[in-house]
């Protein structure tokens, strides 16, 4: 049996990294700090720099706004940091919805509430097509159409600046994922996450599965909020190839038999014999 640390080692990473954040951002509009400025679609770090959000730039770009240099380097630079780390690392380590939708998963789990996930089927592809709705609204009518009504922004912009409606947007979304759909936020609805799914095809770390140490305890499919991601487990040792992986290493931190692990991306011939296993599952 894994000690404490072994088992929470990546969540407690993740909470300080989270509130980490949160709490510079607070300080850069409470106290002047420089150290990291602006909220989650753009920010600077050290004054110097620049991070913009990919998806926030793409529905600017469609409404038809002119895209400041700035802007396009700090595209640039989140683009290239969540290819390497992986693209819904963002989803598990930087956004605070996580702390939220965490919360609601575990308090599933102790009332075990997850048989009502057998009674609400949604597509996981929803985000995608609410995703492609939200570029085609901003097309149309000129405007970031996700910024404006995002939870994501205003959970932040309400730490941050004082939370008015950000306490609605947190409760909705914690009893959402509580009693309609598990993960459902997240894993089924949010376009940010659907976007960096896209974009995380191509990231470099993954969690590896060695087949030979697993012993089926299925714990690992238990905690994950992508658990469809894992359909190696008990067949093949693989990468876990999906975008859809939020490298949150929580299956990483149940499993009791050293059976997963992150990696770095293998060669591409390897990668594609994964995929193909994948999508004849």
Not at 225 to 233: A, G, S, T, W
């Amino acid at each position: 049996m894994r000690n404490l640390w072994n088992s929470y080692r990546y969540m407690i990473a993740r909470r300080v990294t989270q509130i980490g954040l949160l709490v510079l951002y607070f300080g850069a509009n409470a106290w002047g700090w420089t150290i990291l400025m602006g909220n989650l679609s753009s920010s600077k770090i050290f004054g110097v720099i620049p991070m913009s959000d990919p998806y926030a730039a793409l529905q600017m770009l469609v409404a038809g706004a002119v895209m400041a240099t700035d802007l396009l380097i700090g595209v640039a630079v989140a683009t290239v940091f969540y290819l390497l780390i992986g693209g819904r690392a963002f989803c598990s380590w930087v956004c605070p919805i996580n702390l939220i939708t965490d919360a609601a998963a575990l308090l599933r789990r102790v009332l075990q509430l997850d048989r009502v996930q057998d009674r609400t089927k949604v597509s996981r592809n929803m985000r995608y097509w609410i995703l492609a709705l939200s570029l085609i609204i901003s097309a149309i009518m000129g405007i970031t159409a996700f910024e404006f009504i995002s939870p994501i922004s205003m959970v932040h912009r309400g730490i941050v600046f004082g939370l008015g409606f950000g306490w609605a947007a947190m409760l909705i979304i914690f009893l959402f994922d509580l009693f309609v759909l598990k993960n459902g936020w997240c894993g089924h609805v949010c376009p940010l996450g659907g976007f960096y799914s896209l974009l995380g095809k191509f990231s470099l770390i993954r969690v590896q599965h060695t087949e030979e140490n697993c012993t089926l305890c299925m714990k690992c499919k238990t905690v994950c909020p992508e658990h469809q991601v894992l359909h190696m487990i008990g067949k093949k040792s693989l990468p876990v190839l999906s975008g859809e992986c939020t490298n949150c290493a929580r299956c990483i931190e149940v499993c009791d038999d050293d059976a997963l692990n992150f990696s770095i991306r293998k060669l591409a011939d390897n990668n594609k014999s994964g995929e193909n296993d994948e999508n004849t599952k």
